[in-house]
């Protein structure tokens, strides 16, 4: 038994020594923590090899679903919170209420963080949210307010009934609890984090040296923070938004018009109606979204059939297992190398987990064969 022991441990060892991932653990160890809050952001950059060996440039991918709460809105959500306390509108331990409207990470991350910090999340979202944020939501155990899916001059929209309890407590005169309202579509701490934070962190990974960045928008917090960062330290990035089918912030940034016409009914399609993905893709402009909208140099429309073939690629050839608008950016990534000098690097965001999206867009993305090819992903 100890020669066994012994000869495990040597082989352990010589592979740990000979793994250039393992050799330098006493450095890269990351230091102790006191709590989930400082474990939210710093996350990794890594290479995306399929799609780099296919096209001819470099295409990363910033871990944004490495977060604690799985995925950017962590950022988002500890700011909101502090910039409460500091105006005294949080206390914590008081048991006061945080509200948010939200189709799920958001929720999730003031789930996560109202329980580390004293405070109760309460979260309004569309009836139709995938199973597993509910889950999550349910598990932090948060109070839950599902809504029709409804447009947003509805007021019981799911945005607008977050804004109404939030309003409710704060007249509710029997109790000593307050009410907040987060409202991540129209706060400035949104887009302020990502400027402070997430952009830095891709400029240094890539040591300064970034050609094009890629993402989707559904408050507009990452994709205004990052480019506005990135646009100040360089010249020549070239910054573009990717798009789900049936939002309009496709042709609001290719063609200055919001709407989607479908031509043959020459009715407006509304986003939500048909499309598997989640979190992404509008059809009006928040204030996150215009605070970077003049870094935005063009966009790029990714259908669901493409967003699944993807998802299914990257699982299979590089062991990312991602959710739909991170599949949606790499489908955006891979248009942009095809017109890009080869050798440039471009930078994506890989927003949340394909975990969260077992029971909706994975279940279909399980249907594509898993040997795809990636010229058999993107349409013409
Ligand atoms: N991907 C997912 C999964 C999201 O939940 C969100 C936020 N709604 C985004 C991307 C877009 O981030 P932002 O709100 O910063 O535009």
């Known amino acids: 038994a100890v020669i066994i022991a012994f000869s495990s441990s040597y082989i352990t060892y010589k592979l740990v020594s000979k793994n250039a991932e393992y050799k330098s653990l006493k450095d890269q160890v990351p230091k102790r923590k006191d709590n989930v809050a400082e474990l939210i952001g710093n ?11 296919e096209t001819g440039c470099e295409i990363y991918a910033k871990l944004e679903l490495a977060n604690p709460g799985g995925s950017a809105k962590d950022r988002v959500a500890l700011t909101v919170i502090r910039h409460f306390e500091e105006t005294g509108e949080l206390v914590p331990g008081r048991n006061d209420v945080l509200f948010e409207g939200t189709s799920g990470s958001t929720g999730i991350s003031f789930a996560m963080l109202c329980n580390a910090l004293g405070y109760t999340a309460h979260i309004c979202l569309p009836d139709d949210t995938s199973n597993e944020k509910l889950q999550l939501l349910e598990s932090y155990g948060a109070e839950i307010e599902k809504v029709k899916p409804a447009s947003i001059v509805d007021p019981n929209q799911y945005v607008n009934a977050a804004r109404k309890g939030a309003l409710e407590l704060q ?120 605070q970077g909208e003049h870094c935005i140099d063009d966009s790029i429309r990714v259908t669901d059939e493409e967003a699944l073939k993807m998802a299914r690629y990257l699982s299979a050839n590089d062991g990312l297992f991602v959710g739909s608008s991170s599949s949606i950016n790499a489908v955006a990534a891979v248009r942009i190398a095809q017109n890009a000098k080869p050798g440039s690097k471009i930078v994506m965001i890989a927003c949340d987990s394909g975990s969260r999206h077992l029971s909706k867009f994975w279940k279909e993305a399980l249907k594509v064969d898993k040997n795809i090819q990636l010229k058999d992903i993107l349409e013409q």
Not at 184 to 203: C, K, L, M, S, V
């Open 171 to 290: 007249n509710d005169k029997s109790t000593e609890y307050n009410g907040v309202f987060a409202d991540q579509f129209e706060n400035d701490n949104n887009w302020r984090i990502h400027y402070a934070t997430t952009g830095p962190e891709i400029w240094e990974q890539m040591n300064h040296d970034i050609d094009y960045f890629v993402t989707g928008s559904g408050t507009g917090g990452t994709i205004a923070g990052c480019s506005r960062y990135l646009k100040s330290v360089s010249d020549k990035i070239k910054v573009f938004l990717a798009d789900p089918q049936g939002s309009g912030m496709f042709n609001r940034v290719k063609y200055g018009v919001m709407y989607d016409q479908v031509e043959k009914e020459g009715t407006r399609r509304r986003h939500q109606v048909d499309t598997l993905i989640e979190g992404i893709g509008l059809n009006r402009v928040t204030h996150n979204f215009f």
């Open 43 to 53: 996350t990794p950059l890594v290479k995306i090899q399929s799609l780099s060996n």
